[in-house]
């Protein structure tokens, strides 16, 4: 087994980088390990591809945040000798809140890592690029596609980089005009929001389903249409603390494999913090699974199936 580590310098703090060197030279031997810097944009995604192509099992360790991971599973996605991880090193890292605070927390461990199960995670096809975690379409695309501005700012961390981004969004306006098609849900008019949920969280802490589960095969979707500040600011707090049940006169919740949306204008769409501009959408559940491997004792589902049982389960099923 390989262990390659992409390493993203410029996510999380100075130095954090050379420091995980020091951690990985700890748990693995030098011949056992690879490890490379990403320059830029691209370059995670690029180095993944090239460590799978060999075609012999290998574990990606994507250390970064949400961005860095998304790119080695758009690499990694549909190859059954290959694992992908996510070694905390961003701001955010929402996909691995679905283990919740003390699991997240685990991922720093690189010797539960490496012994670590894997399981196969779903994965969402939006226009070709796939996402693990939540896709968005709405004001929170918008406040995720600019957050990067609040984030360079002095002491602020990623909550509150998200949540100055959203007041400087909401300012400027909360809905677009937008058609939607979910289901039998047909909608043409202002959305607020429109998210399509893999994962559970998203923009630094947000859990708009809190039942979602990355491998059950369902896109869990919330819509929201047309509201105003006042509403927005009553409602916001309900949404991302999942309560989506107690509104539906305001969210429309699917749950199901596809959406299509579509404006006149483009629409900013945010997949895992990767960010695409385009008038027309289509968003499904993909044929491609990712394994993701992550330390023993943690797991986003508390009960029924464990962790061990569905590592057979993945290369055997493994779309
Ligand atoms: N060497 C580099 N210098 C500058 N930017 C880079 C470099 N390598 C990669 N990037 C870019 O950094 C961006 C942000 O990375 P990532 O999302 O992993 O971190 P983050 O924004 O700190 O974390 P999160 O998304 O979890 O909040 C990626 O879109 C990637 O293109």
């Avoid at 929170?140 to 002491?155: G, I, M, N, Q, Y």
């Avoid at 909608?187 to 998203?202: D, E, H, M, T």
């Avoid at 859990?207 to 916001?236: K, N, S, T, W």
Wanted: charged residues 20%; negative net charge; proline residues 5%.
């Amino acid at each position: 087994m390989r262990h390659i580590f992409i390493i993203n310098p410029s996510a999380g703090r100075k130095n954090s980088a050379h420091k995980l060197l020091e951690r990985v030279d700890a748990v693995f031997s030098p011949g056992e390990y690879e490890a490379a810097y990403t320059a830029g944009e691209g370059d995670a995604r690029a180095l993944a591809e090239r460590a799978v192509a060999l075609g012999e099992p290998v574990r990606l360790y994507a250390c970064g945040g949400d961005g860095t991971l998304n790119e080695v599973v758009n690499a990694a996605a549909g190859r059954d000798w290959a694992a992908v991880t996510n070694v905390p090193m961003g701001t955010g890292n929402d996909f691995l809140r679905v283990f919740g605070p003390e699991g997240r927390g685990r991922f720093t461990d690189l010797a539960a890592l490496r012994d670590g199960p894997q399981a196969g995670v779903d994965l969402m096809d939006c226009n070709g690029l796939l996402g693990l975690d939540v896709v968005c379409a709405g004001v929170d695309a918008r406040v995720a596609a600019e957050v990067h501005r609040f984030k360079r700012l002095p002491v602020v961390g990623g909550s509150l980089a998200y949540i100055l981004s959203l007041v400087a969004e909401v300012a400027k306006g909360i809905t677009r005009p937008m058609t939607v098609d979910m289901g039998p849900i047909h909608y043409s008019g202002p959305v607020a929001i429109l998210c399509v949920c893999n994962g559970r969280y998203y923009g630094g802490g947000f859990c708009p389903v809190p039942e979602a589960q990355p491998d059950d095969g369902v896109l869990d979707m919330l819509l929201v249409g047309d509201i105003g500040r006042l509403a927005f600011g009553r409602y916001v707090g309900r949404y991302a603390a999942g309560r989506y049940r107690e509104c539906p006169e305001l969210i429309q919740a699917w749950h199901g494999d596809a959406v299509t949306f579509s404006a006149g204008e483009k629409i900013t769409v945010v997949v895992d913090g990767e960010v695409l501009r385009d008038t027309s959408f289509t968003l499904r559940l993909s044929e491609k699974k990712v394994n993701f491997f992550y330390p023993r004792d943690v797991f986003w589902r508390e009960s029924s199936q464990t962790a061990n049982n569905l590592v057979g389960a993945v290369s055997e099923n493994g779309r």
